[in-house]
């Protein structure tokens, strides 16, 4: 199986290759927004298409890419294709008493960002397929935003959520940690979102890696440091952090879609192509052709 996912990924490598003959990115020095990603050598041709295609309709101050393991000559293309870009290596993020690995170095990242700039978390196996207009608003507004989910289509009290999990057999990180949310200071205030960390965005000043690690450490006392260093409690901790600034939203879903096979996207203008159905049929190279073209004619 491993195998084969490594065979199709080869293989949409090869059929979207035309993202390199794409002209650069032309940053804005004077936006306040700065788009972040994690990436490593394996999704360079993702991260080009997710990060092109969305900054043609939103263009950035500068990219921040948390580097977790990049070439030279990977960060050399990527200089090229996005003009403003800085390289965080994931060593180098100091992650206090919040786990390490798991994408935690990301949202760390963010968190010591965030407090100039208005930070948008892209992950690499996205397409923007047109102006993501809440997304702009948002950034205008100072409105922290994230993807929602069939499951997260608003925000909760913290009561809520951990009540949606009560009955649920599994031992998930994620079931964990929402089951665990009614434990928090405050519960009753505090609110969630079962949102996508793919993408989400986060309001200049809208929280601190202080607030982040808080979080951190009630849950590892919680469901322990075991549970709470696996992979997917990064994405708890970004629906809660989210959910917790000020005046947050959820982005539809009619227009902000996980792709699945057979879904009618016509009116999607932003797309993320979850691990599960990434390489499912010809949908992802597709819609990154399609993207590619459209970059293509805006040069000239």
């Known amino acids: 199986m491993q195998s084969l996912r490594k065979l199709?990924?080869?293989?949409?490598?090869?059929?979207?290759?035309?993202?390199?003959d794409t002209p650069p990115v032309v940053c804005d020095p004077a936006s306040e927004l700065v788009v972040l990603s994690m990436s490593?050598?394996?999704?360079?041709?993702?991260?080009?298409?997710a990060a092109k295609s969305f900054a043609r309709h939103l263009r950035p101050q500068r990219f921040v890419v948390v580097d977790d393991g990049l070439t030279e000559q990977d960060r050399q293309m990527l200089r090229h294709h996005l003009g403003r870009i800085d390289f965080v290596p994931t060593s180098a993020v100091d992650v206090?008493?919040?786990?390490?690995?798991?994408?935690?170095?990301?949202?760390?990242?963010?968190a010591r960002l965030c407090d100039r700039h208005y930070v948008v978390q892209l992950d690499a196996d996205t397409v923007t397929r047109a102006l993501p207009q809440e997304v702009a608003d948002c950034v205008a507004r100072n409105r922290s935003f994230t993807l929602g989910t069939a499951e997260g289509t608003r925000l909760v009290s913290a009561i809520d959520?951990?009540?949606?999990?009560?009955?649920?057999?599994?031992?998930?990180?994620?079931?964990?940690?929402?089951?665990?949310?009614?434990?928090?200071?405050?519960a009753a205030k505090r609110r969630y979102v079962r949102g996508c960390a793919g993408f989400a965005g986060f309001a200049r000043g809208s929280f601190t890696f202080e607030q982040l690690?808080?979080?951190s450490l009630h849950m590892q006392a919680a469901i322990g440091d075991e549970n709470w260093s696996r992979?997917?409690?990064?994405?708890?901790?970004?629906?809660?952090?989210?959910?917790?600034?000020p005046d947050p939203h959820v982005l539809s879903q009619a227009h902000y879609m996980n792709w699945v096979p057979r879904?009618?996207?016509?009116?999607?203008?932003f797309l993320h192509f979850i691990?599960?159905?990434?390489?499912?049929?010809?949908?992802?190279?597709?819609?990154?052709?399609?993207?590619?073209?459209?970059?293509k004619v805006v040069s000239t």
């Open 263 to 269: 879904r009618n996207i016509d009116a999607a203008q």
């Open 8 to 20: 199709k990924k080869r293989v949409f490598d090869w059929a979207t290759r035309s993202i390199f």
């Open 40 to 49: 490593y050598h394996a999704d360079l041709t993702m991260y080009l298409i």
């Open 231 to 245: 992979w997917g409690s990064e994405q708890v901790a970004s629906n809660y952090i989210v959910a917790n600034t």
């Open 213 to 215: 690690e808080a979080f």
């Open 96 to 110: 206090g008493r919040c786990p390490r690995r798991g994408c935690w170095e990301r949202l760390i990242s963010i």
């Open 275 to 295: 691990g599960d159905y990434r390489f499912k049929g010809t949908g992802y190279a597709r819609q990154a052709l399609s993207a590619i073209s459209a970059l």
């Open 161 to 186: 959520a951990s009540r949606f999990v009560e009955g649920v057999a599994s031992d998930h990180v994620q079931i964990l940690a929402e089951r665990a949310l009614a434990t928090l200071p405050d």
